[in-house]
Nanobody, 121 residues
Framework: QVELVESGGGLVQAGGSLRVSCAAS????????MGWYRQTPGKQRELVAT???????TYADSVKGRFTISKDNAKNTVDLQMNSLKPEDTAVYYC???????????????WGKGTLVTVSS
C-alpha cells in the first residue's frame, strides 16, 4: 500500500507565496518521478511541475519562473514552492509519483488526496 500525504495548502493574497509538500510512504521499491498537478471545478487535472529522481524538472508554461519543484530522494518527499501567486493559480493541488512497487514492476501512478490553494485578488 502506498500513501501520499500533502500539506501546506491554504489562503494567500495575490503576489504572495506558499509552499506545498508531499510525503510518500509504503511499499515503494523506487520512485521514478514525482510531481504536482492541479484541478479546478469543471476542468481537467493539469500538470504543474514534475521532477525525476535524476533531478530533471518540467513546468507548465503558466508557472515557469514562479514555481520551483524540489525533492528529497531519501525521504520520498516532493515540495512545490509557489511565488508571485495569481488568482488563476487557485486550485486543488495533487501530489503524484510514478513508482515501482510490489506487483507493479514497470511502474504505477499514485496520487494524493489533494490540498486546496486559494489565491485572493
Amino acid at each position: 500500500q502506498v500513501e501520499l500525504v500533502e500539506s501546506g495548502g491554504g489562503l494567500v493574497q495575490a503576489g504572495g507565496s506558499l509552499r506545498v509538500s508531499c510525503a510518500a510512504s509504503g511499499a515503494i521499491f523506487k520512485i521514478n518521478a514525482m510531481g504536482w498537478y492541479r484541478q479546478t471545478p469543471g476542468k481537467q487535472r493539469e500538470l504543474v511541475a514534475t521532477i525525476t529522481t535524476g533531478g530533471t524538472s518540467t513546468y507548465a508554461d503558466s508557472v515557469k519562473g514562479r514555481f520551483t519543484i524540489s525533492k528529497d530522494n531519501a525521504k520520498n518527499t516532493v515540495d512545490l514552492q509557489m511565488n508571485s501567486l495569481k488568482p488563476e493559480d487557485t486550485a486543488v493541488y495533487y501530489c503524484y509519483i510514478r513508482a515501482i512497487t510490489p506487483g507493479h514492476y514497470s511502474g504505477m501512478d499514485y496520487w494524493g488526496k489533494g490540498t486546496l490553494v486559494t489565491v485572493s485578488s
